[in-house]
C-alpha cells in the first residue's frame, strides 16, 4: 500500500512491511513538516494485507475517514486518513508482472493452450482538449489527475493533481470527486460520487471524455439475427416488398412535382 497526498504536501510514500514511524521530526520514516503534527505523530503497521494507524498521544490528532483513530485503527486501500490538517489518501500497490514469455519465432507451436486478450470492459475516449481522440482502458481502479503518479496523467492546469477515482462496475463507471478545485460533472451534472454509464459524458472542469464500453458492443454484434419470417424465404419477400414501396414513394413524388 501506499499513501498519497492530493493537495501534494509531499511526494507519494509507499509503505513497507513492519512499522512506519510519522512525525515532524528528524528520524521519522515518513516526515511531515506540517502545523499540528507533532514530533513523533503517529505509527502505521503492515504485515501482510492488514494495515493499521495508532497515534502515539491523545493530543495527536489522527483521522481515519472522518473518525478520530484510536488503538491499533484498521486502514485500507480507499481510506482517507488526517494527520492533523493534512489529507493522505490509501491506495493499493500493484504486485510485479510476471517475467515476460520468450518470444516464438513465427509458426512454432509449444503446445500451449493460447489465450486471446480480452477486450476491456470500458474505455474513456477524450473527445475535448489535449486529451482528443485519446483513448484510455479502464482496468481495476484508476486515478485520473495531471499528477504523474496517477494512472491517467492529463497535464493542465484546468484539472486538479489528483481529480477523480474511477472504479469499473458491472453497470457502468463508479466516480468520486477527490476534493478538486472545478469539479467533477457526469453529464453535465456536478457530482461528488456517481455512475456513468456508456455513451454519457464525463467532465473534469473543461477536459471531457466519452465512456465506451467494447465488450457490450462486441456481445450485441455477436448476437443471433431475428429468426425469419415464415421460413428462409420470408426475409427475401418482406426485402422485396421495401424496394417496391421505396419505387412507388419516388414515382408519386416525381408525378407530385
Known amino acids: 500500500m501506499k499513501l498519497l497526498f492530493p493537495n501534494g504536501e ?6 513497507k512491511d513492519g512499522v512506519t514511524r510519522v512525525g515532524s521530526g528528524a528520524g521519522n520514516d515518513l516526515t511531515i513538516a506540517a502545523p499540528g503534527i507533532a514530533d513523533r ?3 502505521i503497521t503492515l504485515q501482510g494485507e492488514g494495515c493499521s494507524v495508532r497515534p502515539l498521544a491523545e493530543s495527536n490528532v489522527v483521522v481515519v475517514n472522518g473518525r478520530q483513530a484510536g488503538l491499533d485503527t ?54 475535448s482538449g489535449g486529451t482528443f481522440g485519446k483513448v484510455f482502458p479502464l ?12 494512472d491517467i496523467s492529463v497535464p493542465g492546469e484546468e484539472i486538479s493533481r489528483h481529480h477523480a477515482r474511477l472504479s469499473p462496475m458491472p453497470d457502468g463507471v463508479a466516480v468520486e470527486d477527490l476534493g478538486s478545485a ?21 467532465r473534469l472542469d473543461t477536459l471531457r471524455f466519452l465512456l465506451v464500453a467494447p465488450g457490450l458492443a462486441a456481445q450485441s454484434v455477436a ?6 419470417i415464415a421460413g428462409g424465404g420470408g426475409l427475401r419477400w418482406v426485402a422485396v416488398a421495401m424496394a417496391v414501396i421505396a419505387l412507388a414513394a419516388v414515382g408519386a413524388w416525381f408525378l407530385i412535382g
Open 10 to 15: 509531499r511526494p507519494p510514500f509507499e509503505l
Open 41 to 43: 505523530h503517529c505509527e
Open 74 to 127: 484498521p486502514i485500507k486501500p480507499g481510506d482517507l486518513v488526517l494527520f492533523a490538517r493534512v489529507g493522505a489518501r490509501v491506495v493499493a500497490v500493484e504486485r510485479s508482472a510476471a517475467a515476460p514469455v520468450p518470444r516464438r519465432s513465427e509458426g512454432e507451436d509449444d503446445g500451449r493452450t493460447r489465450v486471446r486478450m480480452a477486450l476491456p470492459k470500458y474505455l474513456l475516449r477524450g473527445v
Open 139 to 150: 482496468v481495476g481502479t484508476m486515478t485520473v489527475g495531471r499528477h504523474s503518479d496517477c
Open 182 to 202: 472545478n469539479g467533477t460533472f457526469i453529464a453535465d451534472k456536478r457530482i461528488q460520487q456517481g455512475l456513468l454509464k456508456p455513451g454519457e459524458e464525463l
Open 223 to 228: 448476437a443471433p439475427a431475428p429468426a425469419s
